[in-house]
T-cell receptor
Framework: DTGVSQNPRHKITKRGQNVTFRCDPI?????LYWYRQTLGQGPEFLTY????????KSRLLSDRFSAERPKGSFSTLEIQRTEQGDSAMYLC??????????????FGPGTRLTVT | GNSVTQMEGPVTLSEEAFLTINCTYT??????LFWYVQYPGEGLQLLLK?????DKGSNKGFEATYRKETTSFHLEKGSVQVSDSAVYFC??????????FGSGTQLTVLP
């Protein structure tokens, strides 16, 4: 298994533009999480999916943010009308949940977004 | 809500020194506790975990014990190496399953 992958690794965009990030989780994992990490801080939870169902969204996830996991495999995170405050590292993680799961999450390398 | 408070950094040590990074938490119920490490230019990696009180997680010479009475999960290593230089994050997972992270501690080990 190659682990969790994220694309693109870096994205520079102008304020007001829309951006979309992709996450491919570890293949047997049914849970997928999105986090945001700003410089000097720990990651903050945004949302998570179990299979294709989005089960929870943080208050950090404003109306400009939308996430999907259409077939329960890869996921996309879209930010509409980007603002400078959206500049951050966006992290994806996956885990297997069920039975005697230990809830370990495995993280991808992240997508660094810079809004100019 | 859940929260994690981590020792402020940065921490600079000489090779073979003893390392302690303090972590305390606030949570309802019985969270699982984790230490993640982020090496320069790389993603977060799980270093060790503990799922119940008095459990000791260990990996690569690092250890941490889940102390419910003091709500702590301090990270220790007896002899650090230059290759341990990284940012270390304490985290917890409660009933909602998502991780709550501390702010991270930058460790630099000098030869």
């Amino acid at each position: 298994d190659t682990g969790v992958s994220q694309n693109p690794r870096h994205k520079i965009t102008k304020r007001g533009q829309n951006v979309t990030f992709r996450c491919d989780p570890i293949s047997e994992h049914n849970r997928l999480y999105w986090y945001r990490q700003t410089l000097g801080q720990g990651p903050e939870f945004l949302t998570y999916f179990q299979n294709e169902a989005q089960l929870e969204k943080s208050r950090l996830l404003s109306d400009r943010f939308s996430a999907e996991r259409p077939k329960g495999s890869f996921s996309t995170l879209e930010i509409q009308r980007t603002e400078q405050g959206d500049s951050a590292m966006y992290l994806c993680a996956s885990s297997f949940f069920g039975g005697s799961s230990s809830y370990e999450q495995y993280f991808g390398p992240g997508t660094r977004l810079t809004v100019t | 809500g859940n929260s994690v408070t981590q020792m402020e950094g940065p921490v600079t040590l000489s090779e073979e020194a003893f390392l302690t990074i303090n972590c305390t938490y606030t949570a309802t119920g019985y969270p699982s506790l984790f230490w993640y490490v982020q090496y320069p230019g790389e993603g977060l990696q799980l270093l060790l975990k503990a799922t119940k009180a008095d459990d000791k997680g260990s990996n690569k010479g690092f250890e941490a014990t889940y102390r419910k009475e003091t709500t702590s999960f301090h990270l220790e290593k007896g002899s650090v190496q230059v290759s341990d230089s990284a940012v270390y994050f304490c985290a917890l997972s409660g009933s909602a399953r998502q991780l709550t992270f501390g702010s991270g501690t930058q460790l630099t080990v000098l030869p």
